[in-house]
């Protein structure tokens, strides 16, 4: 257990829908980071947010967004769900802000899009 | 993009012999960090290990190994005397503290 921690588990929805995922870092971790794992992209790194404030930015789309709130926990907002969204998608935290630091995952919520 | 290649996309071994995992990636950066990160069965994600690019330095912990060449842009991983519980996907990854790009991930299955 990394103690970072993801809900909800499972979501399914409709396409054109809106969903929001949320995350909660290990205690004393300011970072959080956004990560999204589909067979067709594989891999890809989202968004960072250190403390509340945007650090980096990845392959993030325009329907996404995310935000750290002041009690570190995160979201991610999902808008105008495509099937293509369909996706794992995990958070991670770390102590520092860079995105190089050891990143600790959470197990992952796992998107349908219907 | 400057992108991560893993050519091996799934490996199959019997238990107790070594395997590597191979990891090339690109970059135009004099500052990089690579990483190694393990995807059990389970769906985690469990971080491995962390180089730098000014630390060519080999690493060996316990039975895994890590192999970092800057003159091929390569960050190759050695699982010593596999078991089946190395049985999961393997990531590599880069990034400059921009960005980071993994590879497509490489299945490695230990068979009793």
């Known amino acids: 257990d990394s103690g970072v921690t993801q809900t909800p588990k499972h979501l399914i929805t409709a396409t054109g829908q809106r969903v929001t995922l949320r995350c909660s870092p290990r205690?004393?971790?300011?970072?959080v980071y956004w990560y999204q794992q589909s067979l067709d992209q594989g891999l890809q790194f989202l968004i960072q947010y250190y403390n509340g404030e945007e650090r980096a930015k990845g392959n993030i789309l325009e329907r996404f967004s995310a935000q750290q709130f002041p009690d570190l926990h995160s979201e991610l907002n999902l808008s105008s769900l495509e099937l293509g969204d369909s996706a794992l998608y995990f958070c991670?935290?770390?102590?520092?802000?860079?995105?190089?630091?050891?990143?600790?995952f959470g197990p992952g919520t796992r998107l349908t899009v219907l | 993009a400057q992108k991560v290649t893993q050519a091996q996309t799934e490996i199959s071994v019997v238990e107790k012999e070594d395997v590597t995992l191979d990891c090339v990636y690109e970059?135009?950066?004099?500052?990089?960090?690579l990483f190694w990160y393990k995807q059990p069965p389970s769906g985690e994600l469990v971080f491995l290990i962390r180089?730098?690019?000014?630390?060519?330095q080999n690493e060996i912990s316990g039975r895994y190994s890590w192999n970092f060449q800057k003159s091929t842009s390569s960050f190759n991983f050695t699982i010593t005397a596999s078991q089946v519980v190395d049985s999961a996907v393997y990531f590599c990854a880069r990034t400059n503290n921009n960005d980071m790009r993994f590879g497509a991930g490489t299945r490695l299955t230990v068979k009793p």
């Open positions: 991670a935290s770390s102590v520092g802000g860079r995105l190089y630091n050891e990143q600790f």
């Open positions: 970059t135009r950066d004099t500052t990089y960090y």
């Open positions: 180089r730098n690019s000014f630390d060519e």
């Open positions: 205690s004393g971790d300011l970072s």
